[in-house]
């Protein structure tokens, strides 16, 4: 089955076409996609913005994803797109868009989250069966959830104040490293001494595995202010750092909840990373150490497919359309959407 999916929660407009065979495994047909870089001037999202550059780019995304693919409209079964959450202006550009197309062609609609694009996104590039652990560290949510099938998510633990990528896109905004914010401190961080800045991990020592980062961000801030100027070098410091304290509080966390979800795993577990910070190369590294150590298997989507694309929102869309899961016309858009309130196989 053949799906085109769209993406329009927040600053990508995407386009994209996957197949999706019988016995489960998924082939990238069409890719596009369309990072919008006016923001950078704001240094953040403006939503406003952001909606009038999806209604602008989006139709040429998807003939561009057509005529990639070699496809025309009537070799797709689905219509795929972001339904929630995120920001709403964009998301209705790309749900109406869907909605148009979807009706127009007679093709069902599938209205996806996001979030389960995020979640479901590595059983598109590798061999991922349920159940397995998902850590989602994106630039709105930081979870770790059991993911027992499709629409079915039971969370562990969740930040209780900053997204991950939040408190790195501010660390990087209060460097001046510029944003998006992940990228710029992983490139500083390359050449910084990451033991020079003792910064906090929050939450050490406490039950559970839910997470904290807005007492790293403060202690950035101070770090910044105690130093009397701040070089390319300080910079590079404080971002390796930042970077090393995130490490050790995925990697504690991460490592709770698998002790957490414990048989409910399988004998032979699995730690799926999704969302934007999982294209971070060091992240990845500290996860696989982690993984090693505890006899479980690591996948990671390729960085490209961890930041906000296409690709999630039409592979999530053809997982759901494989099991009969298809949605109204009149699908409402929602900007807020926890995964643990998904409509389940
Ligand atoms: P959500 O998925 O929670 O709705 P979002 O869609 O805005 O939020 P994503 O596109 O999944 O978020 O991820 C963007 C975030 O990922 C940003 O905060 C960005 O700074 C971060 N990010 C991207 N690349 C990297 C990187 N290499 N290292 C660390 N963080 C990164
Ligand atoms: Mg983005
Ligand atoms: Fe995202």
Request: glycine fraction near 12%; include cysteine; charge should be negative.
């Amino acid at each position: 089955m053949i799906v085109l999916g769209l993406e329009t929660s927040c600053d990508e407009t995407a386009a994209a076409i996957v197949r999706r065979r019988a016995d489960g495994t998924g082939e990238l047909l069409a890719n596009q996609i369309l990072s919008q870089m006016d923001h950078a001037a704001y240094g953040g999202v403006v939503p406003e913005l952001a909606a009038r550059a999806h209604v602008t780019h989006l139709d040429a995304l998807i003939t561009a994803a057509l005529s990639e693919a070699k496809l025309d409209f009537t070799d797709l079964d689905g219509i795929a797109a972001t339904a929630g959450p995120g920001l709403i202006g964009g998301v209705l550009v790309g749900l109406m868009t869907a909605k148009g197309l979807a009706f127009a062609h007679g093709l069902p609609l599938i209205g996806v989250n996001h979030l389960e694009g995020h979640a479901l996104t590595a059983r598109l590039t590798d061999e991922a069966p349920f159940p397995y652990l998902l850590l989602l560290v994106s630039g709105g949510h930081c979870q770790l959830l059991i993911v027992e099938g499709v629409g079915r998510y039971e969370r562990l633990g969740a930040t209780i104040d900053d997204a991950v990528g939040e408190a790195f896109d501010k660390t990087a905004k209060m460097m001046g490293l510029g944003y998006p914010g992940g990228p710029a401190v992983e490139k500083a961080a390359a050449s910084g001494n990451a033991d020079r800045f003792a910064l906090p991990r929050p939450l050490t020592g406490r039950e559970g595995c839910d997470f904290s980062f807005s007492g790293l961000k403060t202690a950035v801030r101070k770090a910044l202010l105690d130093l009397e100027e701040v070089g390319p070098q300080d910079k590079a410091d404080l971002a390796a750092s930042f970077q090393k304290a995130v490490g050790d509080i995925l990697a504690r966390q991460t490592g709770k909840a698998l002790e957490m979800a414990g048989a409910r795993l399988g004998p032979a577990p699995r730690l799926v990373v999704a969302g934007g910070v999982a294209a971070n190369r060091y992240l990845r590294t500290r996860l696989e150490a982690l993984c090693q150590e505890r006899g479980a298997q690591l996948i990671v989507p390729p960085p490209k497919l961890c930041t906000d694309n296409g690709a999630m929102i039409a592979w999530a869309g053809a997982e759901r359309l494989a099991l009969g899961l298809s949605d109204p016309l009149d699908l409402a858009a929602r900007a807020r959407w926890p995964l643990t309130d998904l409509a389940a196989s």
